[in-house]
């Protein structure tokens, strides 16, 4: 597919650095899409917003200091009618009902393909919504049991320290930098990753964390 002439320009709002450097990635796929920043909240975000107005704003619903519903209401406040796209794992209905009256454009899963994701952002940014019916569905019916991850068993519960090391993985950190943390070798850490994602059914620290983010874990 041909790049647009007016690609649509977006920043991408996450406070854990891997799930942001994983979603960047993923929108360097989209020649339509121009990624003009990223905040590691929605105060960062706001103030970046107002300097540079993009088409469109990818943001987690949940972070520290303002999060993706504060950052919908003050947007509204300033009269910047700038359209969001909420980053979730619906695992909160009353949320997904709070961000839906604030005036959220569309909800998509953290650990969504490339394809859903730019389909998502193209719909919002044309004036349109992206209520992905899979979601919606989950998000309005109790006990709905769509996962981001559907197909993979239940994990294995993983030990105090293993979740330890998976938080200080989605936290950002290099293995030396938990191994310094925990008082551990690189290695030690490296076979703590290892066992991390073999009972979680995953390949890499960015798939973990976006699992660990749809149970709920971090």
């Known amino acids: 597919m041909n790049a647009p002439a007016t690609p649509i320009r977006l920043p991408l709002v996450e406070d854990q650095q891997l799930v942001r450097e994983g979603l960047k990635g993923l929108l360097q796929l989209c020649p339509d899409i121009e990624l003009i920043g990223e905040a590691e909240d929605g105060v960062q975000a706001l103030e970046r917003i107002q300097a540079d107005i ?57 650990a969504i393909s490339v394809e859903t994701l730019a389909e998502a952002i193209r719909e919002v940014a044309a004036g349109g919504t992206a209520l992905r019916p899979g979601l919606t569905e989950r998000a309005t019916r109790p006990g709905a049991t769509e996962r981001a991850f559907e197909g993979l068993p239940d994990p294995e519960p993983l030990s105090p320290k293993e979740l330890q090391v998976l938080r200080l993985v989605a936290s950002g950190r290099s293995n030396t930098e938990i191994a310094t943390l925990l008082g551990n070798s690189e290695g030690v850490i490296k076979n703590h990753c290892s066992a991390v994602f073999a009972k979680m059914g995953v390949r890499d620290r960015t798939q973990a964390v976006l699992r660990a983010i749809d149970l709920g874990w971090i």
Do not use: N, W, Y
């Open 54 to 110: 993009p088409d469109v704003v990818l943001s987690d619903m949940r972070m520290p200091r303002l999060d993706g519903i504060g950052l919908i209401r003050a947007l509204a406040a300033r009269q910047l009618p700038v359209p969001v796209l909420l980053l979730t794992t619906f695992d909160d209905r009353e949320a997904f009902d709070e961000a839906a009256r604030a005036g959220a454009k569309g909800f998509v899963l953290k």
